[in-house]
């Protein structure tokens, strides 16, 4: 199901300089959907993204983690939710929305 590859630049923090990201991290299996979603940034502003992408369980991908989609697109993650379904039997999965 997850036929794409995205590159992950973790978000590490703010500093002197400005944004510190980690080391890429490249070739994350992943499923890049085009999705229109209204989506409040970690500033407070509402805005909207025309992608999710699906990640698999427990991949990293903290919020403002800039990601390169198939496309070759470089995108901001500005919410991202574990769907674990604990234990249920359901398809668990990171989804990363993007702007």
């Not at 993204?49 to 990640?55: G, P, R, Y």
Request: glycine content about 12%.
């Amino acid at each position: 199901m997850l036929t794409h590859r995205v590159t992950i630049e973790p978000f590490e923090g703010d500093g002197a300089r400005g944004e510190v990201y980690g080391t890429p991290i490249t070739g994350v299996r992943a499923l890049a959907v085009p999705k229109t979603t209204a989506v409040r940034t970690a500033d407070g502003k509402t805005t909207t993204s025309d992608t999710t992408v699906v990640l698999l369980p427990g991949q990293v991908c903290p919020v403002r983690s800039r990601l390169t989609l198939p496309s070759g697109r470089k995108v901001v993650a500005v919410a991202v939710t574990d769907a674990d379904g604990g234990g249920l039997p359901t398809p668990d999965h990171v989804e990363v929305v993007v702007i």
